[in-house]
């Protein structure tokens, strides 16, 4: 809903385990909505917004501070679709529809293989899945009349998620 201060058009937060299909869900809605999308697993890479590389884990050492420097000024304009699996540090202002995508066990695992995870990362991810730790996070830190959970098991579920985000964007629009 808007308000007076609040962006002509809105942001969306794409959170889910790695692996649950949330840049293509993302790229897929930018695509028919003209929408900005912010991959930002590959933004922390491109703009160096992380101290370092975990050897153990394979990943960046994200900076909360200078990711959020970095997006303050297109987030605050609105009209874009933010993916990401750890989504407790963004200021709660900035979205105005959280999604959470969820994906079994038998699906989750060969897209993980499939992308060369070792092992350990493998077993550490489906855990997080099983355990809803990204769930609960964006529970915890946002409000639940702004979180949408959706199953992304299927070519199938991405197209009906897809239309149902563009259908909410058209929503928000006409209001």
């Known amino acids: 809903r808007k308000s007076i201060g609040m962006t002509k058009k809105p942001n969306i937060l794409i959170a889910g385990t790695p692996g649950t299909g949330k840049t293509s869900l ?6 028919q909505t003209g929408f900005n999308h912010i991959d930002v697993g590959a933004l922390v890479k491109e703009k160096s917004l ?11 050492i994200q900076n909360d501070d200078k990711i959020c420097d970095e997006m ?3 987030l605050s304009a ?16 900035w979205f105005q529809l959280v999604v959470v995508l969820r994906t079994d066990n ?18 550490e991810n489906i855990d997080c899945e099983i355990m809803q730790v990204v769930h609960d ?5 946002y409000k639940s009349e702004i979180i949408i959970v959706l199953d992304s ?13 563009v259908e909410w964007i058209q929503q928000w629009r006409s209001q």
């Open 78 to 93: 609105g009209g874009n679709i933010v993916d990401y699996h750890t989504v407790d540090f963004f200021p709660e202002r």
């Open 72 to 74: 303050e000024e297109p």
């Open 106 to 123: 038998a699906v989750l695992y060969p897209r993980l293989e499939a992308r060369g995870y070792s092992e350990k990362k493998i077993t």
């Open 26 to 31: 993302a790229s897929a809605v930018a695509a």
């Open 153 to 165: 098991n299927s070519v199938q579920d991405m197209e009906d998620n897809t239309d149902k985000l």
């Open 50 to 60: 992380h101290d370092g590389y975990d050897e153990e884990f394979q990943a960046f």
């Open 137 to 141: 996070e964006v529970y915890e830190s």
